[in-house]
């Protein structure tokens, strides 16, 4: 994230995204919510990676320099907020429920409301924010260099099942010093990590096109029923409803 462009006002509206195709690392001086209602998207900032189908949105707080990336053929909703309904300082991954969608897209599209409308729906939106529940679908960052290896090396590749103890001799530690390092700068133990990495893989994956069963295998799952149900409980959903939702 070299060049940081500056907007002091977060944008309000609606970006069709091509494959791959995203957003350069950027700021804004108020809030902003992201939603691709078809696709999947990401964002990434100093912290980690926050990655959204279309039934979660991204909570991204002022000031938070940050970057897109579309996995398939994406719509994306920016709606910029002055307010912080949440009260929140990082950003998050929202659970975007039936109304929430709706109203996303009603303030975002070609022909959204205008004045005393505008107004009432954004008051709504703002009143289901506040009852959107957090999910647990970020990657923080590692910053020791040794978890940092250990990291970049399984999204290189998410099927590896090395035990953390081989993991550590790789890196040239000790299996205890990075399950030490894992709670304190990813937030939580190898094991959860490396499941919410496979489910990243998964989500870009499937919206690439690829079937559940190979999803299953190149995430490291022992089958695709086991990639089922890891994937329904993080979810609420199958993996082959993802994009039908």
Known sequence: MSEIRHTPEAPTGRRPLAPGAGIDAHRHDTHQIVYACRGVLSVTTGSGIWVAPASRAIWIPAGTVHEHRARGDTDLRLVGLSDNPLGLDRPAVLAVGPLLRELIIACTGDDGPVGGERERLRAVLLDQLRRAPEQPLHLPAARDPRLAAVCAALHRDPA???????????????????????????????????????????????????SVTAVAHRCGWASASAFIDVFRRAFGYTPGRAFTL
């Open 160 to 210: 590896d099942g090395s035990p953390l103890a081989r993991l550590a001799v790789q890196a040239g530690t000790s299996e205890r010093t990075l399950a030490r390092l894992c709670r304190r700068e990813l937030g939580m133990s190898f094991p959860q990590w490396r499941t919410q990495l496979r489910l990243h893989h998964a989500l870009l994956l499937l919206a690439d096109g690829v």
